[in-house]
């Protein structure tokens, strides 16, 4: 092999692989690939120049350092070449396989061929067995050890965590009061980045004694406890079927494993819940548990569901008056338009105050209804079909699911909230109440709804006759859901 190096070819070798790792250097993408080229190029960019100057060299320096010059050159060359075959086949591992090495490594396979380079390179130019003098170097090897417990400690840690390997570059660790995603393994410590973009450097001694939590290995997903309390007056089913409806509508939540929630304990003054739901990253825990209690707060305050104060605590809140209602509004909703203004007034002050949370459904295409909505601030968006497509967008004074309320029929479009918006909503009971003791209003309210039919239908299909209601059977339809016995 040395006399390889000391040829010509080996001058052809190192020209070659120096300009294979400088093309390497400024073509690669990989920046891990690309920085450990660039040190493969150093050595080979250092045997270049000492080869070339070499042979003026020689003829300038004493005979004794010929050796020496030789051992530079050769040494420089193996480096370079062993650097640029190592990072070349674990860049191709990382191609095939999608799994990144860790940094010591790279670093042990490094030192054990360059080790075999060096000893027979030193035993042939300079004529020193190497294996003798480390056998009869006891005292400087323990006075050594000694120096550099630390260090060693550190490193022969390293060493024990890659065998049993409890976590991998790219994984998100715990470690003791520290935790963030693994960037580095190396000799001496385990560098790990924050969710805050700290980078934090941790000796593999002090690992070896941690508890080391991972939460991402094998990319499995991750499960998230969250627990909160609701108010004894809520059925727990209830309770449960909202945070389910909560968990489904978060896109960051997955549906396999299976979301649940559980009633946990009868507490003094609430219910306690344990939610459990599964993420892909264990990095998104802030912003999925930030959405999850956010859709919670708005649901909960939807449906009447409370989040109780201790109860050892007096609690006196004064109800907000309530705001009357817009009555130029009011006067131009369709659904109105039978009703004189000021029994349109009385009615509406059945209305109840609903607030929806950006992204959350209003209403749901295809199921029962028996209220209907107007928008007092606020947007919203309709869609239709699967996938949905947007055919609307509401914004302040606009009303929906009118058909519902009054005919009894499925959604026709699903309504959801574009930003956090406030509605009234007015259901059966009230317009029950109202058309008992006004019944004239029924006829008028059965020509409303034939002449809305008759305008969706022209909107959905060319044949409009097909999708007319045949006359009087909304006024009986009416009468049905409303319980309304016919004149006599």
Request: aromatic share 10%; with cysteine; proline share 6%.
């Amino acid at each position: 092999m040395t006399s390889f190096l000391q040829g010509h070819l080996g001058l052809v070798l190192g020209v070659v692989a120096f300009i294979a790792a400088l093309f390497t250097t400024r073509l690669a993408k990989d920046d891990r690939h690309r920085a450990d080229v660039l040190g493969a190029l150093r050595w080979l960019g250092l045997f270049v120049f000492v080869r070339l100057n070499a042979f003026w060299l020689e003829a300038v320096i004493p005979t004794e350092w010929h050796g020496y010059l030789r051992v530079s050159w050769m040494l420089a060359l193996g480096f370079g070449v062993v650097r640029y075959i190592v990072a070349s086949a674990l860049w191709l591992r990382r191609r095939l396989t999608e799994v990144r090495s860790a940094k010591i490594h790279r670093d042990v396979l490094d030192f054990i061929i360059y080790v075999l380079i060096t000893i027979p390179i030193l035993k042939t130019q300079l004529k020193l067995d190497v294996t003798t003098m480390l056998g009869t170097s006891a005292v400087l090897s323990l006075v050594l050890g000694f120096a550099l417990q630390d260090t060693l400690g550190n490193l022969f840690s390293g060493l024990s965590l890659q065998l049993e390997s409890p976590f991998d570059v790219g994984d998100f660790i715990k470690v003791g009061e520290k935790e963030g995603r693994v960037v580095q393994i190396a000799w001496r410590s385990t560098r790990i980045e924050t969710m805050r973009r700290e980078a934090i450097t941790i000796p593999n001694s002090l690992i070896a004694k941690e508890k080391v939590t991972n939460y991402s290995r094998g990319g499995l997903p991750m499960a998230i406890d969250l627990e909160f309390g609701a108010s004894y007056a809520s059925a727990p089913n209830f309770v449960k079927a909202e945070v389910m409806e909560a968990l489904r509508e978060a896109p960051l939540v997955l549906n396999d494993p299976p979301p649940w929630v559980r009633v946990s304990n009868f507490g003094d003054s609430a219910v306690s819940y344990l939610v459990r739901f599964f993420i892909s990253d264990y990095a998104a825990v802030p912003h999925v548990t930030d959405e999850v209690l956010a859709r919670l707060w708005y649901r909960f305050g939807r449906h009447g569901i409370e989040i109780p104060f201790p109860q050892r605590v007096l609690h006196f809140r004064a109800e907000p008056p309530k705001p009357e209602p817009d009555v130029k509004l009011l006067s131009e909703l369709p659904l109105f338009k039978p009703f004189p203004m000021e029994e349109a007034v009385a009615l509406s002050k059945s209305a109840i105050e609903r607030r929806f949370g950006a992204g959350e459904e209003i209403i749901t295409e295809g199921r029962q209804g028996t209220s209907f909505y107007m928008m007092v601030s606020g947007k919203a968006s309709v869609r239709v079909g699967s996938p949905p497509r947007e055919v609307a967008t509401l914004e302040r004074g606009a009303a929906f699911g009118e058909m519902s309320l009054l005919t009894g029929e499925p959604r026709a479009a699903t309504v959801v909230a574009t930003e956090d918006c406030t509605l009234l909503e007015m259901g059966r009971e009230a317009f029950s109440r109202h058309l008992e003791a006004h019944p004239e209003r029924v006829a008028q309210l059965a020509t409303l709804i034939e002449e809305r039919k008759a305008g969706i239908a022209a909107v959905w299909t060319t044949d409009v006759t097909d999708k007319t209601p045949l006359p009087g059977k909304a006024l009986d339809r009416l009468r049905d859901i409303f319980r309304l016995r016919p004149p006599t």
